[in-house]
């Protein structure tokens, strides 16, 4: 799956209370969009691995979005 990142991109994740949540600037929020829409379009279990080591701010919680069905 093309993981396409839009320049500038900025994405946070916590865990606040038992909620997650997701902070992001401009190219970050388009960054999610055009990887969720690529995701929506790969086969059932593809799955998008997101951390602080690889495209999230440092401190950042791990968030793994998966395609089901």
């Given amino acids: 799956m093309d993981m396409e990142w839009v320049d500038g991109f900025e994405i946070r994740v916590k ?24 995701l929506a379009e790969a086969a059932p279990g593809q799955h998008i691995h997101y951390d602080d080591y690889n495209s999230l701010e ?6 793994i979005i998966v395609r089901e069905k």
């Fill in 15 to 38: 865990v606040d209370h038992g909620a997650v949540v997701i902070t992001a600037n401009r190219e970050g929020m388009l960054s999610l969009a055009k990887q969720l829409t690529a």
């Fill in 58 to 63: 440092e401190g950042s919680a791990e968030m």
